[in-house]
Nanobody, 123 residues
Framework: QVQLVESGGGLVQAGGSLRLSCAIS????????MGWFRQVPGKEREFVAA???????TYADSVKGRFTISRDNAKNTAYPQMNSLKQEDTAKYYC?????????????????WGQGTQVTVSS
């Protein structure tokens, strides 16, 4: 059973930074694209960022220029670095492993999901 283990969430002041991580617990036959989504109560889960197995990245417009996602394929781990955080970034952040190699934007293209880690940005 493939599991995704997330860490790095917490409370930070506006303008601060956090680095999340997401590790795939087992080696998979392919190195999947990995993505991050976030959700606040009462709203749909929204795309944040994704990285393909080759390192190609894509970001939501709301985080472009502030968030950077990287990965270590040897560790099957992805690392979103979140800078210049705003109160509107407050959400539960979910890591996901894709069905193939690419940096997918749609949650429908992800097979495995983590339990989520809370990020709270205070004023």
């Amino acid at each position: 059973q493939v599991q995704l283990v997330e860490s790095g969430g917490g409370l930070v002041q506006a303008g601060g930074s956090l680095r999340l991580s997401c590790a795939i617990s087992e080696r998979t036959f392919t190195i999947p694209g990995m993505g991050w989504f976030r959700q606040v109560p009462g709203k749909e889960r929204e795309f944040v960022a994704a990285i393909g197995s080759d390192g190609w990245t894509t970001y939501a417009d709301s985080v472009k220029g502030r968030f950077t996602i990287s990965r270590d394929n040897a560790k099957n781990t992805a690392y979103p670095q979140m800078n210049s955080l705003k109160q509107e970034d407050t959400a539960k952040y979910y890591c996901a492993a894709g069905r193939g190699f690419y940096a997918y934007v749609s949650p429908d293209d992800y097979n495995y999901w983590g339990q989520g880690t809370q990020v709270t940005v205070s004023s």
